[in-house]
């Protein structure tokens, strides 16, 4: 299965992508936040990020989807959605990963918005989480585009108070809160329906 937006193709991921993957993750500006700059090895994406995402397609149906241009094809980075490890209630947690190309072109927000309303519309998911580093504006900027809004734990949290630049905190949007304001508007299609592409929300 694949997913379309207007400049955006997502697929899910499997071991072919694996040189893409790591070419993204040798950049130490995109892993800044996420390994403090060291790149992932290739094991660890050969031997869990993709087993693990294959896996998460086969019993939950979404996991890391790879997100190329529509026109041309260009890798552009992934987005995912996946069922936490430790969890009693439906939920997913969102995370993407750009060229740094790419950043500051709405493409991170098309792609999580895609994937949002897939997960609402055609699932039982009842929340979807993202987690960032507090110093991460630009990843913030994108969550609160998504009508994401700061979880209760991350509101009451000393991770917000000043002085604490490993902290990470928690943005959140409920399934209620989602069809009230968006499902009415979405478009997303999978790849090859009639069905116009959806807009960046």
């Not at 390994?35 to 979404?62: L, M, N, Y």
């Not at 709405?106 to 918005?113: D, F, K, S, V």
């Not at 949290?157 to 990470?168: A, I, N, V």
């Not at 943005?171 to 997303?188: K, N, V």
Request: net charge neutral; aromatic share 6%.
């Amino acid at each position: 299965m694949a997913i379309d937006s207007e400049r955006l193709r997502l697929r899910p991921v499997s071991h072919a992508d694996a040189d893409r993957l790591l070419e993204l993750d040798a950049d130490p500006e995109v892993m800044r936040f996420v390994s403090g700059g060291e790149p992932s090895t290739r094991s660890s994406v050969e031997d869990w990020v993709i087993p693990r995402s294959e896996a998460q397609f086969r019993t939950h149906g979404t996991g890391l989807w790879t997100l190329t241009a529509r026109r041309g094809g260009e890798f552009i980075g992934w987005a995912q959605l996946r069922v936490p490890r430790h969890t009693g209630i439906r939920e997913l947690e969102l995370s993407y990963r750009l060229h740094r190309r790419f950043w500051g072109g709405g493409l991170a927000a098309e792609a999580a918005t895609a994937l949002i309303a897939v997960s609402f519309l055609t699932s039982d998911t009842d929340r979807i989480f993202a987690s960032t580093h507090t110093d991460h504006a630009a990843s913030q900027r994108v969550m609160s585009k998504l009508g994401m809004r700061l979880s209760a734990g991350s509101l009451s949290s000393e991770q917000l108070s000043p002085g604490l630049p490993d902290g990470d905190v928690e943005y959140e949007i409920l399934r209620e809160q989602w069809l009230r304001t968006r499902g009415r508007h979405s478009g997303i299609t999978a790849a090859g329906s009639h069905d116009e592409s959806n807009r960046t929300a």
